[in-house]
């Protein structure tokens, strides 16, 4: 039975990838940060299942002590501090966790057993930031527009720096947005289909945000979770491009989702200056032509399917009311 380590494992992505490598017959462990409220909402029908350690990506010691007792063949490095605009208002945090964090993680697999585990790091499209080519592709160079863009390139390029450093098998994803039902209610995709959701429901008047005109490539999460572990299965590590190829406006995504609870999205959007960033990123399609060929990735779910199925789980959850405490931030 092989073992996994997910850092992240409470979030969207690493929720999903446990539910992979369990129907894989793994052996899974996740890190969880120690925190006055608990919040495994994801994974909790998954307990039982799993097995979870203490640690933090800020705390060296914490990360080699829980390599050490999970023993994994797999580390997935997920964990990181992902919403952008947060990233503006804590910079600091943002590079500590989402660059440092990844070097920590790195330097324990090194320390630890860098024959024998496997590492993937959760790399991202906000890398290419101001875009120097339409696709983006593996060679495409970066131009980060965020401190979080920046953190990311950081924890890109020190994987690459340890694989050739080391000879470590470690890569980096390079994934395109990619979204579900599990998405936090701050990132957009989720805020505009709870925001749908509240609004048929009677909950909500009105739906604020920023810039409209933004392009995106927006896939679904279950389908990315696939592509990361396709690249812990290669005979040699390699970085890819994970994406649909395909982009859509972040109105589109509002009239698609609108139209999901057969709605007319122009009585209820607001546009709000205050929701723009200070430096936008206008346009991102990514070029999965490598991971189809290398890795036969393909994703399953379209974006029209995958809005749809949001909005049908946000008004779900807000109907029976699953989550007594819905919280305000992102609405």
Known sequence: M??????GITGQDGSYLAELLLEKGYEVHGVVRRASTETFERINHLSGKIHLHQADLLDQLSIID????SNPDEVYNLAAQ????????????????TAMGVTRVLEAVKLLGR???RFYQASSSEMFGKVQAVPQSEDTPFYPRSPYGVAKLYGHWITINYRESYNMYAVSGILFNHESERRGREFVTRKVTDGVARIKLGLSKELRLGNLDSKRDWGFAGDYVRAMWLMLQQDTPDDYVIATGETHTVQKLVETAFQAADLDWTKYVVT???LVRPAEVD?????????KTKLGWVPEMTFQQLIERMVKADLERLKTGSTAQVTARGI
Do not use: M, N, Y
């Open 283 to 291: 346009l991102l399609i990514g070029d999965p032509t490598k991971a």
């Open 82 to 97: 992902s919403f952008v605009p947060t990233s503006w208002k804590q910079p600091v945090l943002t590079g500590e966790f």
């Open 66 to 69: 829980t390599i050490k007792v």
């Open 115 to 117: 024959d024998t585990i």
């Open 2 to 7: 092989k073992r996994a380590l997910i850092t």
């Open 272 to 274: 709000d200056q205050a």
